[in-house]
């Protein structure tokens, strides 16, 4: 699901240190998740007891033309 994820919601998680990648297809996301041993959520409906965030040091997106890329 490609829906926006609103402002409310998105600041209660860079509260807790976490980025949320947004606009982006299936596939990478599942892509993503693997390097970084993390879980895929569709909700915040659940307990992060639960959930394993993955972590990185550093995410950077990069303009290429004019697409951009995390």
């Known amino acids: 699901n490609r829906e926006s994820i609103y402002n409310y919601f998105e ?22 998740a693997q390097i970084l041993s993390g879980d895929i959520l569709s909700t915040f409906n659940i307990s992060s007891d639960n959930i394993h965030f993955g972590k990185c040091n550093l995410i950077e997106e990069i303009l290429i033309g004019e697409d951009k890329f995390v």
Request: proline share 5%; glycine share 4%; charged share 20%.
């Open 11 to 32: 600041q209660l998680l860079v509260e807790k240190g976490i980025t949320a990648i947004q606009y982006t297809d299936f596939p990478s996301i599942q892509r993503l």
